[in-house]
């Protein structure tokens, strides 16, 4: 659980122990976590560590000295400001340093009060660089990737490999069941990608047939086959310079197969009924919710089609797997479909999210997402309770459940007494303050997990009374 403020933290790096000590204690009677460190070297080695707020570095010590200190740390931790502890004699060394880049420098014997105020504006100055940083980052966010909800270890894997791949030209391969946002993150992948700026388009191999499916994927020429009136580009012409989504690429018939692989080979088309080849310039992104290895192994799929798509995997968990974002999803559905359907939503039942977590969720999140709807409209109040539940989802849950006093979590995950629900700014306030624990009072990742913007964080921060660290 987090406090209502975190502990600025200094290093004191200086071969004086008794300085060390007294720094500390000063330091500490204000607040402060401080870490002490002999030597410029063993200051380095704390540096590959927890990163404190503030350095306090000694100009004068055996080994490496302030100067050369200075240029490591800045090296290693370039957003720390370092603040100069100096002798009378050695100023001019200590605006020297200043010079490059020491934040500012005092001169022994320090006076507690400087030390202190010295110390705070370094601190200030930290946070406004570590903000400006967070705010760079979010401002890089797409809206896409934003759309991805999820803290668990198999969601932030789906995470980092969009960004890792995103930039790039490789081709990829999405995998999961029905209903895991597969294509919200061929989305994110484009969006991230240098062919931002071009189409992304669209083709669900299952819903065409073979003969209709060859057309839109490779185009035709006028008078190809009856009703053929004109010349109609492939979908691959279409995506020149963006790119081409093949979802449920599982379901395509070996004849097509085959010249899908042509196609990426040698990336150009034939359009049905033309006399020459058409050069394409399209990143692929394929989609499946089969196994293609045992597929492979059966006969259905082509093994050299399938090691051209999957250069690299993404595969997506199932929601059964991640049932710890069930809380996150649930709010940030809620949110958009309160918006959709005009209906907003003040309360949950404790009840309600408990039903919500006893349903295995065959079909994900795009089931989770329909069960939310269902509930919305079907509510007569602005609280939802378990009643208004699919019957599939209450069939899972235990009889109590469906009770409105039975006790369980709220719509953000917190946890509630029993014969009460929770208003949204109680769930909410106790959601942040659980996340941000979970996050150590990182802004930025605790409004991503949250789903709300950096700014939207901090005015719910002041609204509860919470502080963090920045």
């Known amino acids: 659980m987090i406090a209502a403020s975190q502990k600025r933290r200094a290093l004191v790096v200086d071969d004086e122990p008794a300085l060390r000590m007294m720094v500390g204690a000063v330091l500490r009677d204000e607040g402060w976590d401080v870490a002490e460190a002999p030597s410029a070297e063993d200051a380095l080695d704390l540096l590959s560590g927890a990163r404190p707020d503030v350095i306090l570095l000694d100009m004068r010590m055996p080994g490496m000295d302030g100067l050369e200190a200075l240029g490591a740390i800045r090296a290693k931790s370039p957003g720390v400001p370092v603040v100069m502890l100096t002798a009378f004699g050695t100023v001019g060394s200590a605006v020297d340093a200043m010079k490059r880049g020491a934040f500012d420098y005092l001169t022994k014997p320090a006076d507690n009060d400087e030390l202190v105020a010295v110390l705070g504006k370094a601190y200030e100055y930290s946070r406004l660089i570590s903000e400006n940083l967070e705010l760079r980052r979010e401002a890089d966010m797409t809206p896409e990737v934003r759309e991805i909800i999820g803290q668990s270890e198999g969601m932030q894997r789906v995470k980092r490999l969009i960004e890792q ?228 989802v209450l069939s899972s849950a235990p009889a109590r459940a469906a009770q409105p006093s039975a006790p369980g979590p709220g719509p953000l995950g917190a946890p509630q007494p029993p014969r009460a629900a929770p208003s949204l700014d109680e769930a909410e306030k106790q959601a942040i303050i659980e996340a941000l624990a979970l996050y150590g009072g990182h802004r930025q990742r605790t409004a991503d997990a949250l789903d709300i913007s950096r700014r939207t964080l901090q005015y719910k921060l002041r609204k509860y009374g919470l502080t963090t660290r920045g």
């Not at 030209?169 to 029905?178: F, K, M, P, Q, R």
């Not at 053929?228 to 395509?252: C, H, M, N, W, Y």
């Not at 999803?329 to 977590?357: G, Q």
Request: aromatic share 4%; charged share 25%; with cysteine.
């Open 165 to 392: 791949a995103g930039p790039s030209e490789a081709t990829v391969l999405i995998t999961g069941d029905s209903g895991t946002g597969k294509e919200l993150v061929a989305a994110a992948l484009h969006a991230a990608s240098p062919r931002a700026r071009g189409a992304l388009v669209k083709v669900n191999c299952a819903a065409l047939p073979g003969d209709l499916l060859e057309s839109e994927l490779f185009g035709y020429v006028k008078g190809a086959f009856t009703g053929a009136v004109k010349d109609k580009p492939g979908r691959f012409q279409l995506a020149s310079g963006g790119t081409l989504f093949l979802d449920e690429i599982g379901e395509l018939p070996l004849g097509l197969q085959a010249k899908l692989l042509r196609a990426i080979q040698e990336r150009q088309v034939e359009p049905l009924g033309g006399v020459g080849a058409v050069p394409v310039d399209v990143r692929l992104l394929a989609a499946t919710n089969r196994n293609l290895v045992a597929e492979v192994q059966a006969g259905r799929f082509r093994e050299d089609l399938y090691f051209r798509l999957n250069v690299l995997e993404v595969p997506i968990p199932p929601l059964r797997e991640r049932m710890d974002d069930l809380p996150l999803l649930t709010a940030h559905l809620l949110r958009k479909l309160a918006r959709k359907n005009n209906k907003p939503v003040r309360e949950v039942s404790p009840a309600f999210m408990d039903t919500l977590a006893r349903y295995p969720w065959p079909g994900n999140v795009r089931e989770l997402e329909n069960a939310l709807e269902r509930a919305l409209v079907l509510s007569r109040t602005d609280s939802l309770s378990a009643a208004d539940l699919p019957p599939q």
